[in-house]
């Protein structure tokens, strides 16, 4: 106690609301927390009362995004914060919604100092960033930027379930999505905080550190063909082996990974024909997925994998289809925003360590509306999306500390254009 007020623990304070959304999961090991769900809806109810409890005046949208507001001056803009409240099947109690969470109540740590603001701010739970329910994802960071697609609302989960009936039974009105798009001029920026879900910081002893980049992706699908027979008659010699081919595949693939800086190369799938002990492999069919913070490296490397499977067709009598199946750009975060992210954190108590972010995130579908940065908060062991996720108290203090001092450190004078790399 100081000067007869006592302080509060803000990691204490999000460890227990974090412990309470952990409640809300279907049954069996971790958190799941699927959208449009009963789960969903207890979740909605305990974030409503953390936002009414900061301040903030809350409403649902057409697209199930729980807002927050803290409003500004007249005629101000708008700073958007905020992650995701869904989990993946048997997850942790972290990801995603540990973004909703701190910055709640960074805003009511704020209100507390009585701290004014030259602007308005909204805190985001979107209702569905992973895609686990339906085979669709950022379904409400899309629709806030304008790029949500009408035809996904026809797309069925396991049970037949169309979204739009999912989401009017929600008491949602999936008609009016596409009227939520904002207007670029009226937002600042957006800024996601979020577990590492790797193990950097861990590694380096951080609590927390800024993202220069969501990583682009693409991905590959791969089948390789070449002749089957009796593996004890067919001589070695002259063989045609499918999953021989495949093998140079893979080996490749993960030496492009080893040798490529700032580049994740993955065979994450791989099927064999006929699949049988004592036959020679027919066929394979794989994927191949790249990562890179720089769109020129993943590029490059699907090239290069694609210039190699040529070459070894050639070589070993093969038949080999290579095709691209998949593309998502890089988002470069704000130069601006990082810069007072980094300040911020290093008023806190952190270096102001970046790292790239290899997974996609709902500030990736922001990026379409306006500048964005993250915040990465060190998880126990780089593990995420199973039910030892773990974030610290202190570590989340820390990251509360900072999202709140960057706030303060936002004026008129944030370009909203700007959007480089750091």
Same mark, same amino acid.
Not at 143 to 170: H, K, P, Y
Not at 276 to 300: C, H, L, Q, W, Y
């Given at each position: 106690?100081?000067?007869?007020?006592?302080?509060?623990?803000?990691?204490?304070?999000?460890?227990?609301?974090?412990?309470?959304?952990?409640?809300?999961?279907?049954?069996?090991?971790?958190?799941?927390?699927?959208?449009?769900?009963?789960?969903?809806?207890?979740?909605?109810?305990? +974030?409503?009362? #953390? =936002? @009414?409890?900061? /301040? !903030?005046?809350? *409403?649902?949208?057409? %697209?199930?995004?729980?807002?927050?507001?803290?409003?500004?001056?007249?005629?101000?803009?708008?700073?958007?914060?905020?992650?995701?409240?869904?989990?993946?099947?048997?997850?942790?109690?972290?990801?995603?919604?540990?973004?909703?969470?701190?910055?709640?109540?960074?805003?009511?740590?704020?209100?507390?100092?009585?701290?004014?603001?030259?602007?308005?701010?909204?805190?985001?739970?979107?209702?569905?960033?992973?895609?686990?329910?339906?085979?669709?994802?950022?379904?409400?960071?899309?629709?806030?930027?304008?790029?949500?697609?009408?035809?996904?609302?026809?797309?069925?989960?396991?049970?037949?379930?169309? +979204?739009?009936? #999912? =989401? @009017?039974?929600? /008491? !949602?009105?999936? *008609?009016?999505?596409? %009227?939520?798009?904002?207007?670029?001029?009226?937002?600042?920026?957006?800024?996601?905080?979020?577990?590492?879900?790797?193990?950097?910081?861990?590694?380096?002893?951080?609590?927390?550190?800024?993202?220069?980049?969501?990583?682009?992706?693409?991905?590959?699908?791969?089948?390789?063909?070449?002749?089957?027979?009796?593996?004890?008659?067919?001589?070695?010699?002259?063989?045609?082996?499918?999953?021989?081919?495949?093998?140079?595949?893979?080996?490749?693939?993960?030496?492009?990974?080893?040798?490529?800086?700032?580049?994740?190369?993955?065979?994450?799938?791989?099927?064999?024909?006929?699949?049988?002990?004592?036959?020679?492999?027919?066929?394979?069919?794989?994927?191949?997925?790249?990562?890179?913070?720089?769109?020129?490296?993943?590029?490059?490397?699907?090239?290069?994998?694609?210039?190699?499977?040529?070459?070894?067709?050639?070589?070993?009598?093969?038949?080999?289809?290579?095709?691209?199946?998949?593309?998502?750009?890089?988002?470069?975060?704000?130069?601006?925003?990082?810069?007072?992210?980094?300040?911020?954190?290093?008023?806190?108590?952190?270096?102001?360590?970046?790292?790239?972010?290899?997974?996609?995130?709902?500030?990736?579908?922001?990026?379409?509306?306006?500048?964005?940065?993250?915040?990465?908060?060190?998880?126990?062991?780089?593990?995420?999306?199973?039910?030892?996720?773990?974030?610290?108290?202190?570590?989340?203090?820390?990251?509360?500390?900072?999202?709140?001092?960057?706030?303060?450190?936002?004026?008129?004078?944030?370009?909203?254009?700007?959007?480089?790399?750091?």
């Amino acid at each position: 106690m100081t000067g007869g007020v006592y302080l509060t623990d803000w990691g204490q304070r999000a460890e227990a609301l974090l412990n309470d959304l952990a409640a809300c999961s279907e049954p069996g090991p971790g958190v799941t927390r699927l959208p449009f769900t009963p789960e969903h809806r207890a979740a909605l109810d305990i +974030l409503q009362t #953390a =936002m @009414e409890t900061a /301040g !903030l005046m809350v *409403s649902l949208d057409a %697209a199930g995004t729980l807002i927050g507001r803290r409003g500004g001056p007249p005629g101000s803009k708008t700073f958007l914060m905020g992650s995701h409240q869904d989990s993946v099947r048997e997850g942790g109690a972290y990801d995603g919604v540990m973004g909703v969470v701190l910055p709640i109540l960074a805003l009511e740590k704020l209100r507390d100092e009585s701290a004014d603001l030259p602007f308005a701010v909204e805190v985001l739970a979107f209702a569905d960033e992973e895609g686990v329910r339906f085979p669709t994802a950022l379904i409400g960071s899309r629709a806030l930027a304008g790029t949500f697609e009408q035809s996904v609302l026809d797309m069925r989960d396991g049970n037949g379930v169309t +979204l739009r009936d #999912a =989401m @009017e039974s929600f /008491g !949602l009105e999936p *008609s009016g999505i596409g %009227a939520l798009r904002r207007d670029p001029d009226d937002i600042i920026g957006f800024l996601e905080t979020h577990i590492e879900q790797g193990p950097f910081l861990e590694h380096e002893d951080e609590a927390i550190g800024v993202v220069t980049a969501i990583c682009g992706i693409e991905r590959h699908e791969i089948k390789v063909t070449g002749e089957t027979g009796h593996a004890g008659t067919l001589p070695m010699k002259g063989r045609r082996d499918a999953l021989v081919g495949a093998a140079a595949l893979v080996l490749e693939v993960e030496k492009l990974g080893q040798q490529t800086a700032d580049l994740r190369a993955t065979v994450g799938a791989l099927t064999v024909e006929p699949d049988v002990v004592n036959a020679v492999p027919r066929a394979v069919r794989m994927t191949s997925e790249f990562r890179s913070p720089g769109d020129d490296i993943r590029s490059k490397a699907g090239e290069t994998l694609h210039d190699f499977a040529q070459n070894l067709a050639t070589r070993r009598s093969l038949t080999i289809e290579a095709k691209r199946t998949y593309v998502q750009v890089a988002q470069p975060c704000s130069e601006n925003l990082s810069r007072r992210l980094i300040s911020a954190a290093v008023q806190s108590g952190a270096r102001g360590l970046l790292l790239p972010s290899g997974a996609t995130h709902d500030a990736s579908a922001m990026a379409d509306l306006c500048p964005i940065a993250m915040q990465f908060v060190r998880c126990r062991g780089g593990v995420s999306h199973k039910p030892e996720e773990l974030a610290s108290a202190k570590d989340m203090a820390l990251a509360t500390s900072a999202l709140s001092r960057f706030l303060t450190s936002i004026g008129h004078d944030v370009d909203r254009d700007d959007r480089g790399s750091l």
